[in-house]
């Protein structure tokens, strides 16, 4: 595992923005004033709304069941700032420029990650089959020479496979690939693969899930507009996650059939169809999601449930803290739709975190002596003769 370790640590690092070494060390209540003095320096020299750019690319990934879609550039800009003291965004600036002269990326130049996992029908033996995962990552760098350092960091452990255009480059996990052998579910996680879908864009995860990326950015079978609407919904999202579980869930269970057998689905609805983010203003982050409930009706009923739920749930937990950020959230229909809203001041966030930060005190422990029962002795009666 060891050996394999090297060129998997550097495509997946390579893809989230993870070649720098990061310590977030929460600032102590005398760091402050300086940790505030430091917000208003961002880690690049502007931060732009999501670009249209941004948009069409997302536009040709592949179908998926569900997406979680990351904006690195907000997050180093606005977010660590507030939250990393000065030193701490002094080093990360430090790593920036490090990862920047030695494999050629900025990671505060990354446009976004996009994980994305896709289920599967059962196969004709009718077991349930592991889903595919995806992630895809672009920006100001090039995807060509990074995957020229992984073929290098991987010590010759890549293969090419041609597909099209493009090329392959597929890793067996060997762990994994013998675990497989006693359980199957792990056989489609025992090879990973990476591949360059354009000058700046890279994807790496499951190599049958590569080859669809690959048709999908040569327009055959992309995303469709409804889960790509569902994304970007917020274009200003930090992070934002839709997918459809109750979709996935049907698939995965052969309601639509089975690889060998197709069966119609017989309730073509898109109720269950999910959708968050976590976004952020001057003074709040904020949590957004909408649940689609495919009428107004089941909507209104739905949203009472969650809110009954919600009730029980702040009342039943102890901790302060926890209760005092579930009373912000709020739960209503609207339309066919159940919304969820939530602002969390920003101060709020960092007290919160700063107190999980702190070391724990030790406890105290008395010294209890141990009590020892005396020992007796039986008397011995002589032998009557």
Same mark, same amino acid.
């Given at each position: 595992?060891?050996?394999?370790?090297?060129?998997?640590?550097?495509?997946?690092?390579?893809?989230?923005?993870?070649?720098?070494?990061?310590?977030?060390?929460?600032?102590?209540?005398?760091?402050?004033?300086?940790?505030?003095?430091?917000?208003?320096?961002?880690?690049?020299?502007?931060?732009?709304?999501?670009?249209?750019?941004?948009?069409?690319?997302?536009?040709?990934?592949?179908?998926?069941?569900? %997406?979680?879609?990351?904006?690195?550039?907000?997050? +180093?800009?606005?977010?660590?700032?507030?939250?990393?003291?000065?030193?701490?965004?002094?080093?990360?600036?430090?790593? +920036?420029?490090?990862?920047?002269?030695?494999?050629?990326?900025? !990671?505060?130049?990354?446009?976004?990650?996009?994980?994305?996992?896709?289920?599967?029908?059962? @196969?004709?033996?009718?077991?349930?089959?592991?889903?595919?995962?995806?992630?895809?990552?672009?920006?100001?760098?090039?995807?060509?020479?990074?995957?020229?350092?992984?073929?290098?960091?991987?010590?010759?452990?890549?293969?090419?496979?041609?597909?099209?255009?493009?090329? *392959?480059? %597929?890793?067996? *996990?060997?762990?994994?690939?013998?675990?497989?052998?006693?359980?199957?579910?792990?056989?489609?996680?025992?090879?990973?693969?990476?591949?360059?879908?354009?000058?700046?864009? *890279?994807?790496?995860?499951?190599?049958?899930?590569?080859?669809?990326? &690959?048709?999908?950015?040569?327009?055959?079978?992309?995303?469709?507009?409804?889960?790509?609407?569902?994304?970007?919904?917020?274009?200003?999202? %930090?992070?934002?996650?839709?997918?459809?579980?109750?979709?996935?869930?049907?698939?995965?269970?052969?309601?639509?059939?089975?690889?060998?057998? !197709?069966?119609?689905?017989?309730?073509?609805?898109?109720?269950?169809?999910?959708?968050?983010? %976590?976004?952020?203003?001057?003074?709040?982050?904020? &949590?957004?999601?909408?649940?689609?409930?495919?009428?107004?009706?089941?909507?209104?009923?739905?949203?009472?449930?969650?809110?009954?739920?919600?009730?029980?749930?702040?009342?039943?937990?102890?901790?302060?803290?926890?209760?005092?950020?579930?009373?912000?959230?709020? &739960?209503?229909?609207?339309?066919?739709?159940?919304?969820?809203?939530?602002?969390?001041?920003?101060?709020?966030?960092?007290?919160?975190?700063?107190?999980?930060?702190? !070391?724990?005190? !030790?406890?105290?422990? @008395?010294?209890?002596?141990? &009590?020892?029962?005396?020992?007796?002795?039986?008397?011995?009666?002589?032998?009557?003769?």
């Amino acid at each position: 595992m060891r050996k394999l370790f090297g060129p998997l640590v550097v495509i997946l690092l390579v893809l989230c923005a993870g070649a720098v070494n990061i310590q977030a060390q929460t600032a102590p209540a005398s760091d402050r004033e300086q940790l505030a003095a430091s917000n208003a320096t961002p880690l690049t020299s502007k931060t732009a709304p999501l670009p249209q750019s941004v948009i069409n690319s997302l536009a040709s990934l592949p179908e998926a069941d569900g %997406l979680i879609y990351i904006n690195p550039q907000r997050i +180093f800009n606005e977010v660590l700032p507030k939250f990393l003291p000065p030193k701490d965004l002094e080093e990360m600036r430090k790593g +920036f420029e490090a990862a920047k002269q030695q494999a050629g990326i900025d !990671p505060a130049k990354i446009d976004y990650v996009v994980m994305t996992i896709r289920f599967k029908k059962p @196969t004709a033996d009718l077991n349930f089959q592991a889903p595919e995962i995806l992630v895809v990552s672009s920006g100001d760098f090039s995807a060509e020479a990074l995957i020229g350092l992984a073929r290098v960091a991987s010590g010759g452990k890549l293969r090419d496979e041609k597909y099209g255009s493009k090329t *392959i480059e %597929l890793i067996t *996990i060997d762990q994994i690939a013998k675990e497989s052998e006693k359980t199957p579910l792990l056989k489609s996680f025992s090879e990973f693969g990476v591949v360059a879908l354009n000058a700046n864009t *890279i994807a790496a995860g499951s190599p049958g899930y590569l080859r669809e990326a &690959i048709d999908a950015s040569e327009g055959r079978g992309h995303i469709s507009k409804e889960a790509l609407s569902l994304l970007v919904r917020d274009p200003n999202a %930090l992070i934002s996650y839709a997918g459809s579980p109750i979709g996935a869930f049907t698939k995965s269970f052969g309601m639509q059939g089975t690889e060998t057998n !197709p069966r119609a689905p017989r309730c073509d609805s898109k109720i269950g169809d999910f959708y968050a983010a %976590l976004t952020m203003d001057a003074s709040n982050f904020m &949590i957004r999601g909408v649940s689609n409930a495919d009428n107004p009706d089941t909507a209104k009923i739905v949203a009472n449930l969650y809110t009954m739920l919600l009730r029980y749930a702040t009342s039943s937990i102890k901790d302060p803290a926890a209760q005092s950020l579930l009373t912000r959230l709020s &739960i209503a229909a609207e339309g066919d739709e159940v919304l969820f809203n939530a602002d969390f001041p920003q101060q709020m966030v960092m007290d919160l975190i700063q107190q999980q930060m702190k !070391p724990k005190k !030790p406890v105290e422990t @008395t010294d209890v002596k141990s &009590i020892t029962k005396p020992t007796t002795h039986r008397r011995r009666r002589g032998r009557r003769h």
